[in-house]
């Protein structure tokens, strides 16, 4: 027949440091948290900085974009600038002659390559002159009383527009 008995076991714990006075351990317990609140500081301080640099490469790369986005821009309004006087002479060409079928396809074709870049004409007759937009070369006596003061009632130069920047003001004729 088994019996089941149970011992017990008494064991004692033991210190490495038993020598070590209760002053000494008190000192050891301090250096210890005054390490590890240095190593705290140490590792936000590095966070801090890894923080700092990551934001600080955010923004380079969103400037870098915005310069080659505004380079891009500049280049294209400066070939736009370079059609206007083309598209005036085809304008020109169509007052002489209105019925010509090859400078009214010229025409078409430079509209369409203009509405593909960007470019558009801006409201001038009939609307309020507006000096953003308008420059007022001359100004008339209104055509009808109904005519609002500052209206334009003639255009002598088509102004267009690149986006929200005007490549070229219109020159037109106001009413007074």
């Known amino acids: ?6 011992k017990e076991v008494e064991i004692e714990t033991v210190s490495i440091d038993n020598n070590a006075s209760p002053e000494q351990k008190t000192v050891d317990s301090e250096h210890s948290i005054k390490i590890i609140e240095e190593l705290n ?8 900085k890894y923080l700092r640099m990551a934001a ?3 923004n380079t790369r969103r400037r870098a974009t915005l310069d080659i986005e505004s380079v891009s821009r500049n280049r294209a309004m400066s ?3 370079k059609f206007l006087p083309v598209m005036d002479a085809v304008v020109a060409a169509l007052k002489h002659n209105p019925d010509d079928e090859g400078v009214k396809s010229l025409q078409k074709s430079i509209e369409n390559a203009f509405s593909q870049i960007g470019i558009v004409k801006i409201n001038t007759i009939g609307e309020i002159l507006n000096p953003q937009f308008h420059n007022a070369i001359q100004i008339v006596d209104k055509p009808t009383p109904e005519t ?3 209206t334009i009632v003639e255009e002598m130069q088509t102004g267009y527009m690149f986006g929200d920047t005007v490549l070229r003001t219109a020159m037109v004729i106001v009413s007074k």
């Open 56 to 58: 600080e490469l955010e």
């Open 148 to 150: 609002a003061t500052n």
């Open 1 to 6: 027949m088994e019996e089941n008995t149970k």
């Open 79 to 81: 070939v736009a600038e």
């Open 41 to 48: 500081t140490k590792i936000a301080e590095t966070n801090d």
